[in-house]
Every structure is written in C-alpha cells, then in structure tokens.
C-alpha cells in the first residue's frame, strides 16, 4: 500500500490552471483561512466588538493612543470603548456646514497631529489638519483639495489634475512658498493618461498612477532635487484606497485584479508585477457592481495584505523567508468601511460598529463562520491512473468535516462526484498513531474539501492518502 502525504500549502489560491492539473501546493479555494509562514492552513481570527458610534460620523483612523473618527454636521461623544478610547472630530465643508460628510480617503499623521482628506456629499472635498483649534480646513488656495494624499518627503502629496502637487517642508498648510511647495509635472511625462488617481509610496520614492499606467519619482524636500526615476506602462490604478506597501512592494487594485510594483533584486529596475492573477478570477466579478470603495491595509500582525471589497477581504500572506505568497479570502456579514491599525491590533469599522480583530477569537462577535479548503485534484503523480483508496491520516487542530471530490472513470461525461461530508473529531486531526479515516473510492484523483463551523480554533497541517494503484485494462 501506497501514502502520499499534502502538507505544503504555500501558494495558496490559484485559479490560473483548471482544477483538475493545478499542482499540489495551489489550492482551489480558501475561505476564511489562510496560509501560515509554516505552510499550515489556519483559521483566520474572529471579530470582537469594542465600541458602537454615535451616528453621524465616518472613517476610522488611529493616532496618539486612540481611534478617531470624523462628522461634518453634527459633533457627537463616542461612548467608553473596551479596552480602546473613541475620539471625535467635526470637519464641515468650509463652503456649507450642511454639506455632510460621505468618505474619509486619507486621515494619516503629519508633523504630530492629523491630516485629513474628506469628500462630502455634494461630491466635494476638502482637507483639513487637525492641529490647534477650529476651523481645521486648509485656506492655502493652491492646496488641491482632492482625495488622493501622501505624506513624503516631510510634505504632503496630492493629485491635482495633470500634476501632483506638494506642499511646504514640514508645513501642511503651505502649498504655496516659493522653492518648497510646488508641483509634479505628471501629465507631461505620462504616456496616456494625463491624470493622476492615485498615489503611493515605492522604495523611499512616490508612485503616481494613472489609469494606465505608473510614474516612479524622487522626491527630496529641496524641490530641485525632485526627478523622474522611471514610468511603468500599462499597469493603472483607479482605486487608491487600495494602494498598500508589502515588504519593498506596493500593491494596489486594478481593474484586471490585483497587480504589484516591485524591484528587481539583481538589475535594480522596477517592474509591475500580476502577483494577483491567480485570483483573478474571484476579484474581478465583484468589480463590476461595486457598491462600495475598495480599501486595504497591510495588517502586521500577521504579515497580511487585506483588500476588503463589499464583504470579501482578499488576503496576501507573504514572507520571503518561509517563500509564501498565498491568497486566500476572507469573509464577513457586513462591509468594512474603514480599518485602522493601533500597534499590533487591527480594528475595523462597519457602519456605527468597530471590530477588534481578535487573534484569541475564533468567532465573529459569538457568531461562527464557515472556513472551506478545497484542494485541486490530486492524481498521486500518476495522472489517468485508476486508484483505489483505503483511507486518510489528517494532521491539525480542531473539529470541522471531511469530503472527497473526485473523478468518476465509469462516467467519462460527468466532470466530478462528491462523497458525503463525514463528522472529523478533534482526535480524528491527528491520526497518525491511530485508525485511519476511511475513504473507499476507486478514481483517478481526488480533491479533498475540508469544512469547520464553530467557534473553536481550526487548524491544518497536513493530509495523507493510503492507497493502491490498480493495473491498467
């Protein structure tokens, strides 16, 4: 008798080839999980809610010890949050009080207090900084007042139309002082699209996206330092929340999926790299109806890049050093609106409600979660082989359910059959020492699908098949 043993999971999700030949390591689906830096596949954590809002405010941001938020209109007290401090700030449009807020796209620290971009519902925007005492809005009248911002270079950085604009060294409410604040000539060296959409950080350098194509620049706080280092074609963004550093990446969403911008190790050039197309086919659907503004956030808690578009957060572990680059996905009852990282912990906001995303929870606010594992079929290196299995060893932590997609060699015109989810008990994930769970199918190969649904931890190291391969006819 045969065993083949599956315990290297490091590639995650990979939609690129069809099931039925992807390698062992890319999985079909992982929801709800994700890849660990040990090849694992783990449960992701629960949510537990710290605090509800009061109504009439939006975004999340973390800044001096607390989580803040942002209103227009009205200027409501946060109530007392578990274990977090909830602090508010009133920002009206300096044009109509009554034009209330309705996205905050960029609120990041600058020079010790708050910079904020705020769009409102008139469509709208305006920035502000939240430094002495109100009004907060910028009266600089060549500040550009648009929603995409960075800070660089000691300045702030903003799309203004066919350039980008930046403000005086150290001073956010400058944009206007002679050899400091000044502009980026992005429409002039853009090889279409003249706009900028969307800004990011690269290496120490500013990365201005239009929608086809990216501008690589140094900046320096003496403005004649300022020089195009290169331009990367066909590969645009028109999301900018999206735009987050991983490691000396930067990665972004763009209307084909999620793409990257990297450094080559050895030549030192910059290249865009289609690090997302494996889950191409999951993201690009939920682009076409978007009802909400896709946001990311790298989350160093765990090394994860999150993406929440509606109610999916695409997650990209990577570690050079355990050579993961896994997606997986992960998903909620509800939309995220906001996140924001204090110290090590996440939290996320959902209408009046904010998460802690809580590693020491394994369900969401007392409610569980489905996590599915679907692995591609597996031939045993021996593909068009006919096989008969006897039985599999699981080795993880947990209780959850097992089922074994596979090939039905008397149905040539039927894709796939499906065994009956049987019940695995917490002893049943380590059997390696004792009786094995019994599999009895005959096919040429076999995509195990592993579910869990309580509120305990789940976790997946390792599965092996025992089987016998059958002489062929």
């Not at 977090?84 to 960029?106: C, R």
């Not at 000396?248 to 690090?275: H, Y």
């Amino acid at each position: 008798m045969a065993v083949i043993t599956f315990d290297r999971f490091e590639l995650g999700i990979d939609r690129r080839k069809g099931r039925a030949v992807a390698d062992a390591n890319r999985l079909y689906d992982l929801k709800n999980c994700y890849v660990t830096p040990g090849w694992a596949i783990q449960k992701r954590p629960g949510l537990t809610l710290v605090g509800e809002l009061s109504a009439g405010t939006k975004g999340l941001a973390a800044f001096n010890g607390e989580l803040h938020t942002f209103s227009a209109i009205q200027d409501p007290s946060h109530g007392a949050g578990q274990g977090v401090t909830f602090q508010n700030t009133q920002i009206p449009y300096s044009a109509n009080a009554l034009d209330d807020i309705l996205e905050i796209h960029y609120a990041d620290v600058f020079n010790g207090a708050l910079y904020v971009s705020a769009e409102y519902d008139s469509g709208n925007s305006e920035h502000h900084y939240i430094s002495g005492g109100s009004p907060y809005h910028i009266t600089d009248v060549n500040c550009p007042h648009t929603k995409a911002v960075l800070r660089l270079a000691e300045k702030v950085v903003a799309v203004n139309g066919d350039v980008v604009d930046y403000s005086a060294t150290g001073d956010a409410t400058n944009w206007t002082l002679a050899s400091d604040a000044g502009f980026l000539p992005f429409g002039l060296r853009a090889p279409g699209s003249a706009d900028a959409l969307a800004l990011g950080e690269f290496d120490r350098k500013l990365a201005a996206f239009a929608e086809d194509a990216c501008q690589i620049w140094f900046m320096d706080p003496d403005p004649s330092k300022n020089t195009l280092d290169s331009i990367i074609r066909n590969v645009g963004t028109r999301y900018p929340l999206s735009i987050s550093p991983v490691a000396k990446d930067l990665l972004f969403l763009g209307d084909a999926g999620f793409r990257s911008v990297a450094l080559q190790k050895i030549t030192n050039n910059i290249e865009d790299l289609d690090v997302g197309t494996p889950i191409d086919e999951l993201v690009t659907p939920l682009l076409i109806s978007l009802t909400s503004v896709p946001r990311s956030i790298y989350f160093s808690g765990l090394g994860q890049y999150w993406c929440a578009i509606g109610t999916t957060i695409f997650v990209y572990t990577f570690s050079r050093t355990s050579k993961v680059s896994a997606w997986s996905r992960f998903e909620y009852p509800f939309s995220i609106d906001a996140f924001a990282q204090l110290g090590t912990k996440l939290y996320v906001r959902s209408g009046d409600k904010v998460y802690l995303v809580d590693q020491d929870s394994w369900s969401d606010n007392g409610q569980s979660y489905e996590v599915l594992i679907e692995m591609a079929y597996q031939s045993f290196k021996k593909p068009g082989v006919n096989k008969m299995l006897y039985g599999c060893d699981l080795v993880g932590k947990g209780e959850g359910e097992l089922a074994h997609a596979f090939k039905d060699p008397d149905q040539r015109d039927k894709q796939t059959a499906f065994a009956q989810f049987q019940a695995i008990t917490s002893q049943q994930l380590d059997t390696r020492s004792g009786p094995l769970i019994p599999v009895e199918l005959m096919t040429t190969a076999v995509a195990p699908v592993i579910r869990n649904n309580d509120t305990n931890d789940f976790r997946l190291d390792a599965i092996s098949y025992h089987y016998e391969r059958l002489r062929q006819t």
